[in-house]
């Protein structure tokens, strides 16, 4: 089983919609959640970055974890074309080196 | 732009043949990622350094190591190269423990 598991999609959506992005974790211990964006040919970018449970909003972005089901969000709001990226969730134990990503989702956002 | 620099962008080589990539962390980050992506795997862990040492070992093959200098940019080398090394190859800094990674655009390795 891995560590992060995340639905690889692809996802597609219609221009302005509320996109929800999912992912799991069987590893308790991890305290810190990222979420990444990586467009074609290009590196993951950092988007959210959290600790422990709880909502963190950045702009149209908001990131969810609710470490009790061990369950990641990411929604987008208002999604926009230049939204159409993978996007990547991560876990991290505290005090450990090793960023453990997800598969990633492959999101397309149609105008 | 994330601030950390990969060289090159591409390489294409044969089997059994090495390879050096270096990456410049960002300013003032100690502490340098590499990551390997490849379409089935997704982005797997290799190696750390911080300042200059060895910090956490992933799923790095023997074929493979790295060092980071005292200037503190790194050089991932592979040798005895096999076709199924071909892969994206990602240098990640962080300045602190628990901080989020910033990724360069990595080095697109295709072995033929």
């Known amino acids: 089983q891995k560590e992060v598991e995340q639905d690889p999609g692809p996802l597609s959506v219609p221009e302005g919609a509320i996109v929800s992005l999912n992912c799991t974790y069987s590893n308790s211990a991890f305290q810190y959640f990222m979420w990444y964006r990586q467009y074609s040919r290009k590196g993951p970018e950092l988007l959210m970055y959290t600790y422990s449970s709880g909502n963190k909003e950045d702009g149209r972005f908001t990131a969810q974890v609710d470490k009790s089901s061990k369950y990641i969000s990411l929604f987008i709001r208002d999604s926009q074309p230049s939204d159409s990226a993978t996007y990547l969730c991560a876990g991290l134990i505290q005090g450990a080196q090793k960023l453990v990503f997800g598969q990633g989702t492959r999101l397309t956002i149609n105008p | 732009d994330s601030g950390v620099t990969q060289t090159p962008k591409h390489l294409i080589t044969a089997t059994g043949q090495r390879v050096t990539l270096r990456c410049s962390p960002r300013?003032?980050?100690?502490?340098v990622y590499w990551y390997q992506q490849s379409l089935d795997q997704g982005l797997q862990f290799l190696i750390q350094?911080?300042?200059?040492?060895?910090?956490a070992k992933g799923n790095i093959l023997e074929r493979f190591s790295a060092q980071q200098f005292p200037d503190l940019h790194s050089e991932l080398n592979l040798s005895s190269l096999e076709l199924g090394d071909s892969a994206l190859y990602f240098c990640?800094?962080?300045?602190?423990?628990?901080?989020?990674?910033?990724f360069g655009n990595g080095t697109r390795l295709t072995v033929t």
């Open positions: 300013s003032g980050d100690l502490s």
């Open positions: 350094y911080y300042n200059g040492e060895e910090r």
């Open positions: 990640a800094s962080s300045p602190r423990d628990n901080s989020p990674l910033h």
